[in-house]
């Protein structure tokens, strides 16, 4: 299976702040990675795909990057909705898995 | 608008079947392009993906999982089941059914079932 690690796993930050997370695949993927918003006891949101395509809806402060084995997943200004678990998954190989998420918390 | 939503037991006893329906509304299941799956999320973890199947029946399933898994799909009735036998305390997780775009994402989720493997 193809291991997906996220950094940081917990990040603490401001409203308004440049906050840049990191998904790194244990084996090349192209660019078939997608990453989802969660809240709690709520279910994931589909945020972006292809690396790189934010989904219809979704605020143009996401933004995303990466090719091979090395995503990123941006946002320019945080803002207080968007404290929440980021969870990347690659669509590569079967089976499909995910990073183990990072929390995005308010300092 | 698509919505899904998953219906099936709270709880579940060891070495026991667990099924889950997941019902399809404001759109057809059968629409080219996309698969039907089932995720997993336990207690305070990440994310499992258990497996999809394709309205035409194909099926993909985890290979951690295959051996007790199966997903059908009934066209005439819009919805989508998991099967998976011989649970476990570990099975315990809230369920997640989503539609799956190609080889995009999980574009659309239902709201999640949380399940309990307890005797």
């Known amino acids: 299976d193809i291991q997906l690690t996220q950094s940081p796993s917990f990040l603490s930050a401001s409203v308004r702040d440049r906050v840049t997370i990191t998904c790194r695949a244990s084996q090349a993927i192209s660019s078939y990675i997608a990453w989802y918003q969660q809240k709690p006891g709520k279910a994931p949101k589909f945020l972006m795909y292809a690396a790189s395509t934010v989904q219809s809806g979704v605020p143009s402060r996401f933004s995303g990057s990466g090719s091979g084995t090395e995503f990123t997943l941006t946002i320019s200004s945080l803002q207080p909705e968007d404290f929440a678990t980021y969870f990347c998954q690659q669509l590569n190989n079967y089976p499909w898995t995910f990073g183990q998420g990072t929390k995005v918390e308010i300092k | 608008q698509l919505q899904l939503q998953e219906s099936g037991p709270g709880l579940a006893k060891p070495s026991e079947t667990l099924s889950l329906t997941c019902t399809v509304s404001?759109?057809?299941?059968?629409?080219?392009?996309?698969?039907w799956g089932w995720i997993r999320q336990p207690p305070g973890k990440g994310l499992e993906w258990i497996g999809h199947?394709?309205?035409?029946?194909?099926?993909f399933y985890n290979p951690s999982l295959q051996s007790r898994v199966s997903i059908s799909v009934d066209t005439s009735k819009n919805l989508f089941s998991l099967n998976l036998s011989s649970v476990t305390a570990a099975d315990t997780a809230v369920y997640y059914c989503a539609r799956q775009w190609m080889y995009y994402g999980l574009d659309v989720w239902g709201q999640g079932t949380a399940v309990t493997v307890s005797s």
């Open positions: 404001g759109g057809s299941i059968s629409t080219p392009n996309y698969y």
């Open positions: 199947i394709y309205y035409g029946g194909g099926t």
